[in-house]
């Protein structure tokens, strides 16, 4: 059995750009505080109000090589011309603090962690539909008509991959919806592979029961 080495669950959100992954992640976060969230590096360029070490640590392709070959990172990946990842440092401490560390990654990322971290639990954060996709999108305002009609097609492709996550998650109403991801956490943690001193220290306690007079 695969033993879990960590108390704190990773976990890894991904859904098509414009679902409302990072509302929903901001608002779990505030409600909850067993998340820990990590900042991911990208060479992306910021969008207005965003800020360099709050939604990301910016950088230049060439500072992005660089902490690549540091080994400085748990995975990365290309999305639509831009380099993300995830460093590795901060994930793997606030693992061994107990905290539930969420990634808001993509897919290509999200299968690299699972590699790595075969405990990590993989949600998929979904619109109700296409057609509330496209309107979430070009009602954010923050990207050109060119780059929405990339994400909508990156969205399509992404759309093969569901079935390799752990749960679905439909973002329709965000209260309901961080409900329902908070309480795929909390039974996550009751996962016999995940409570596996505990279930060894009770069988042995019913052990030395079992041999008294
Ligand atoms: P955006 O440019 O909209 O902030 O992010 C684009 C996509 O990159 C989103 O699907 C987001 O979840 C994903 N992403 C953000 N950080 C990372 C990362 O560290 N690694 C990977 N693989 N994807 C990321």
Redesign the pocket.
């Known amino acids: 059995m695969n033993k879990a080495k960590h108390k704190g669950i990773l976990l890894v959100i991904?859904?098509f750009?414009g679902a409302g992954?990072g509302t929903l992640v901001k608002k779990l976060i505030s409600e909850y505080d067993n998340y820990a969230l990590s900042i991911?590096?990208?060479t992306?360029n910021p969008r207005v109000g965003e800020e360099h070490g709050r939604?990301?640590f910016f950088a230049t392709k060439e500072e992005f090589e660089h902490k690549i070959t540091e080994d400085g990172f748990i995975?990365?990946?290309c999305?639509?011309g831009?380099y993300?990842?995830?460093p590795k440092d901060y994930v793997e401490s606030m693992l061994a603090a107990g905290k539930d560390v969420i990634?808001?990654?993509?897919i290509?990322?999200?299968m690299k962690v699972k590699e790595q971290y075969p405990q990590a639990l993989l949600l998929f954060v979904v619109p109700p539909s296409a057609e509330e996709l496209k309107r979430r999108l070009i009602g954010r305002g923050t990207e050109t008509e060119e780059v929405i009609d990339a994400r909508l097609k990156r969205a399509y492709e992404e759309s093969q991959g569901i079935e390799q996550y752990d749960y679905l998650v439909i973002n329709d109403d965000l209260d309901r919806c961080v409900n329902e991801l908070h309480n795929i956490v909390l039974s996550e943690h009751n996962r016999p592979d995940r409570n596996e001193a505990f279930i060894e220290k009770i069988r042995e306690e019913l052990k030395s029961f079992s041999f008294e007079k």
Do not use: D, P, V, W
Not at 103 to 106: G, K, Q, R, Y
């Open positions: 991904s859904g750009s992954k991911s590096m990208t992306r939604e990301y995975e990365h990946a999305y639509c831009n993300y990842g995830t990634l808001e990654i993509e290509q990322g999200a």
